[in-house]
């Protein structure tokens, strides 16, 4: 039931985003404020694949705060076992000082694996939350740092720990 209602907390954000934006009676020129990036991730391993695209869209409230929206889409294939995870989140990013950046983000992921099995591959689906606690180094349009997720569960994530790299880049 908790997941229900986060999940209807990230709808009415982001209609409420895409709202403003059509709101021509806002004051000021909204589009001027909005930033528009993501990210981008490959790997491989012996037997392995992962692939992850996730395009972000910023507001600008300020030079040294922003809130914001993502979509995440993350395909990984080890050996036979298979996973798909989709989702979004929501994210909080301030600057303090120019070239540090601390954010708060909360994700939720629907995931769908498959993991090989005999006689029967054994398919497991359910959601997954993250709220991540991030530190960076910020220069311009562009973030490397590193998060972590306070709700960690080494079960369900779909990240092999609770600390992960980032790298953000923005226009």
Not at 24 to 48: E, S
Not at 62 to 87: E, I, M, R
Not at 106 to 129: G, H, M
Request: glycine share 10%; aromatic share 16%.
């Amino acid at each position: 039931m908790a997941t229900k209602n986060i999940l209807s907390c990230l709808i009415l954000f982001a209609i409420g985003f895409v709202a403003t934006a059509q709101n021509p009676n806002a004051k000021g020129d909204f589009w001027r404020h909005v930033r528009f990036g993501g990210g981008l991730g490959l790997g491989f391993t012996n037997g392995g694949f992962n692939g992850s695209i996730s395009p972000s869209a910023i507001y600008q409230v300020t030079d040294n705060f922003a809130v914001g929206t993502s979509l995440s889409f993350n395909y990984a294939k080890f050996n036979d076992n298979k996973l798909l995870a989709y989702g979004g989140s929501v994210l909080t990013l301030l600057n303090p000082i120019d070239f540090v950046q601390f954010s708060v983000e909360f994700e939720e992921l629907r995931v769908n694996r498959t993991l090989a099995a005999i006689p029967n591959d054994i398919k497991d689906d359910y959601w997954s939350p993250g709220l991540f606690l991030g530190l960076g180094y910020t220069d311009r349009n562009f973030t490397v740092g590193i998060r972590y997720d306070v709700l960690y569960d080494d079960q369900k994530s779909i990240y092999a720990n609770a600390w992960t790299p980032f790298v953000r880049v923005y226009f």
